[in-house]
């Protein structure tokens, strides 16, 4: 069997994968891994199979990135189950370090994450994604209702976590995804859900990401940026 060998990043990485596994897991099919309850995680250039997942799926051109500043991070991570599950990113070059700094901190609080697959998997739609309980970061796409405007994910420096936990909620009750509605009220607190002040919001703004939920009228509580936005 093929294998991809990855460097290592001083979180304890994992320095050979099966090329299968990754393939797998990147198509959503994945699997919870019986693993130690240790992170580790990796970054890697986006090259081969993954590049040509993604090209023409969540990157195509007209980007405002280049492939060649995007990194993939695979990372390990607790699931509902409370099972350590196997999980990819992909985040801008710039952002890759202080992304893997927060996944070990989340790992580390046992926080739990349902999925973590990239967003091609749901052919690059957010709000498929979203219904999925997905958890993603990079996506070439505009922010929604504003034409011509890119969104922080568009540059690979913006995560959304959990977003049926996590839902975007407006001063008018929209609420998105739909089936995040029975989150839209953040008392009490449930399995998955971020809150202000808590320890996701704190590992997130120990290493520069900003959350949604902060801001003033309406909140975005899946998402986190390096911006702000």
Same mark, same amino acid.
């Given at each position: 069997m093929p294998f991809t060998r990855r460097r290592n990043t001083g979180f304890a990485a994992v320095l050979v994968l099966p090329a299968l596994l990754l393939v =797998?897991?990147?198509a959503g099919i994945g699997s919870a891994a019986a693993a130690p309850a240790k992170f580790n995680g990796s970054i890697e250039r986006i090259e081969g199979d993954v590049r040509d997942r993604i090209t023409g799926n969540s990157w195509h051109r007209g980007c405002p990135v280049p492939i060649r500043n995007l990194r993939l991070l695979s990372v390990r991570h607790w699931n509902f189950k409370r099972q350590v599950d196997r999980g990819y990113l992909i985040v801008h070059a710039d952002s890759? &370090? =202080?992304? /893997? &700094?927060?996944? &070990?901190? /989340?790992? $580390?609080? &046992?926080?739990?994450i349902r999925r973590m697959r990239l967003v091609d998997a749901y052919g690059s739609?957010?709000?498929? =994604?979203?219904?999925?309980?997905?958890? =993603?970061?990079?996506?070439?796409? $505009? !922010?929604? #209702?504003?034409?011509? %405007?890119?969104?922080?994910?568009?540059? #690979?420096?913006?995560?959304?976590?959990?977003? %049926?936990?996590?839902?975007? %909620?407006t001063t008018t009750g929209y609420v998105s995804p739909p089936n995040g509605a029975a989150f839209a009220?953040?008392?009490p607190h449930r399995k998955g859900m971020v809150t202000d @002040? #808590? @320890?996701?919001?704190? !590992?997130?703004?120990?290493? #520069?990401?900003?959350?949604?939920g902060n801001w003033f009228g309406t909140k975005d509580y899946q998402h986190f940026s390096v911006s702000g936005s």
């Open positions: =797998s897991g990147i890759a &370090r =202080s992304m /893997l &700094r927060v996944m &070990r901190g /989340l790992f $580390e609080q &046992r926080f739990v739609n957010d709000r498929r =994604s979203m219904r999925a309980d997905n958890t =993603s970061a990079f996506n070439c796409r $505009e !922010i929604a #209702g504003q034409p011509g %405007v890119w969104s922080q994910h568009a540059y #690979g420096r913006a995560i959304d976590i959990n977003p %049926v936990e996590n839902p975007y %909620v009220d953040r008392r @002040k #808590g @320890k996701v919001v704190r !590992i997130f703004a120990r290493n #520069g990401w900003q959350w949604g």
